[in-house]
């Protein structure tokens, strides 16, 4: 179905059409006739399934530009996810210039939310605990609210949102639209239909095919710090005319392009930082073949639609096992075979464990390859290059000169050979380091695992999901990277891996948990840790009695 058969405003269909979107995908073919007709949805869809059109292009068509309010509140389980979906109203938005669209969530400060707000904002897309904090601190007023949007809304109940999400919809007026969209249709996600919902309509997408059959996928373990030598030899191996390198953050990125430009490979990148400009440059010169290795995020790979990708390099396993299937599914287009490597390291085995459970597929572990693998692959190219080039013939005035030098100097046509193939090759290659393989280790510290400690308890009348679903809401660390929560009754340790420890710390200074201030530092020591002193202590008491 094409959207102008969705009797969508016309400013909005010169957006779609700028964004190169010809059709409705199934889930904003189904949902947005009946959003638009003011009736409360649930909605079952995947991420990538155009979700975020579905709900996005009814919003923009309730809202009165000559309102200045707040008039549509939508809630994510994270940061990205907010970011996104703002910017893809924005986008959807783009000639309706008097409509307003904020993201706030944690990690950025609430101060500068706060005077955007004031100069008014009409759709305001964020976490749950921000959207709370703004509540208490009396930021946002809900009186004009007329539409609520719960996207991933089995996600923010995993990361302990329930409450806050139920909250938010009690305090908004009662004849507000309620529109809710989820991946799975838990028992939970029913209760908050039947009690914040009129009547909803359920409409659910089936999952598209996961995984393309011609698409070999392998696994190599591997420590963090070799990574960028494990590419290398990866791309001398397979030697692909174009591949697409996915990190999870933009600094991988742009660190890996210098590295990757460095040793003299064809390689750029593309991240959401880069302006749009940009990433146009890097895209026409990735297409052309002048830029050989595209070096990308998730976000910003959204507009890579290349036939000709050889391989997919996952350098980092991607947040989301969603996220896993559009990567690989870069390659392997227009009936070719492609192949997705992906690099494990640590406790990410269990990542890659659930990407299999989650595609239904199996993802074959294969041996780094050493030094000798990566010199003979290139050897065998190069022979199989010979020959094609010795069958074409045409080779008399290169025989002559190798003839003439054989008479000039005590060389045999061995020693010419010899020299030439090396001169193809290096010598650089028997210096590089040799890659070690990694095992994998359960304990804490050697996981890269950070303990921290929180001022609240089990007599806060707080719960782990709470903590959990407030590290993730304002960090934006997924909760399936958070480790151990370990309560007791006056405080709390949770495990955070060790590279991100400082940017939780950062996100939860200033942060309530169920109205309680709460102060987060790296704790000293384990719990185990602890209670030996603690034991220690009440025995050297005990005997001096």
């Known amino acids: 179905m094409k959207f102008e058969d969705l009797q969508v405003d016309e400013r909005i269909l010169r957006a779609v059409e700028d964004m190169g979107f010809e059709e409705a995908s199934p889930i904003q073919a189904q949902a947005i006739p009946v959003i638009m007709e003011g009736r409360d949805v649930v909605g079952q869809a995947q991420t990538g399934t155009g979700k975020t059109a579905a709900y996005s292009i009814p919003v923009l068509e309730k809202i009165n530009p000559d309102l200045k309010k707040l008039q549509a509140v939508i809630l994510c389980p994270t940061r990205e996810l907010a970011v996104q979906v703002a910017e893809e109203i924005r986008r959807l938005a783009k000639y309706m210039s008097d409509i307003r669209v904020l993201p706030v969530y944690g990690g950025q400060e609430i101060v500068k939310q706060i005077k955007s707000l004031k100069s008014g904002v009409q759709i305001v897309v964020g976490t749950p605990g921000r959207v709370m904090d703004h509540m208490r601190r009396k930021t946002v007023r809900f009186d004009n609210v007329s539409m609520v949007v719960l996207d991933e809304a089995d996600e923010m109940l995993d990361m302990g949102f329930r409450e806050d999400m139920e909250t938010i919809l009690t305090d908004t007026p009662p004849t507000r639209q309620t529109v809710m969209f989820s991946a799975t249709m838990p028992k939970a996600i029913m209760e908050i239909a039947k009690n914040f919902q009129k009547n909803a309509e359920i409409i659910k997408v089936v999952r598209k095919e996961l995984t393309v059959k011609n698409i070999e996928q392998y696994y190599y373990e591997v420590r963090p710090k070799n990574k960028n030598e494990l590419l290398c030899r990866l791309i001398d191996i397979y030697n692909p005319r174009l591949s697409v390198v996915f990190c999870n953050t933009k600094r991988q990125v742009d660190e890996l392009i210098s590295e990757l430009k460095g040793r003299g490979y064809f390689a750029d990148g593309i991240h959401g930082d880069m302006k749009q400009a940009q990433r146009d440059r890097v895209m026409a010169d990735f297409r052309s073949g002048k830029t050989e290795i595209l070096i990308a995020t998730d976000v910003a790979a959204r507009g890579i639609d290349v036939d000709d990708v050889d391989v997919v390099f996952n350098y980092d396993l991607p947040q989301d096992e969603e996220y896993y299937v559009h990567r690989i599914g870069r390659t392997g287009r227009a009936g070719r075979e492609g192949v997705a490597l992906s690099f494990v390291s640590g406790k990410e085995a269990y990542k890659l464990k659930d990407i299999e459970r989650y595609c239904k597929t199996k993802i074959k572990a294969k041996p780094v390859p050493s030094m ?24 008399s005035d290169m025989i002559e000169a190798v003839e003439s030098n054989l008479n000039m100097e005590d060389y045999t046509s061995l020693d010419i050979a010899a020299a030439l193939l090396k001169m193809t090759i290096g010598d650089s290659l028997e210096h590089r380091e040799e890659l070690e393989q990694v095992h ?98 009440l025995t050297r008491r005990v005997s001096t009695l």
């Open 440 to 537: 994998f280790d359960m304990d804490a510290d050697s996981r890269g695992m950070v303990r921290l400690f929180i001022n609240v308890g089990k007599k806060d009348k707080i719960k782990p999901a709470n903590i959990l679903g407030a590290i993730s809401g304002e960090s934006g660390l997924p909760g399936k990277l958070v480790g151990s929560i370990d309560m007791l009754d006056n405080y709390t340790f949770v495990e955070v891996p060790s590279k991100y420890a400082n940017a939780v710390l950062a996100a939860m200074e200033n942060v309530t948990i169920k109205g309680r201030h709460i102060s987060m530092e790296k704790a000293k020591g384990s719990v185990r840790s602890r209670k030996k002193k603690k034991r220690a202590k």
């Open 372 to 395: 000798d693998d990566v010199k003979n692959t290139k050897l065998e190219a190069i022979f199989t290059k010979v020959k094609e080039v010795i069958e074409e013939g045409g080779l």
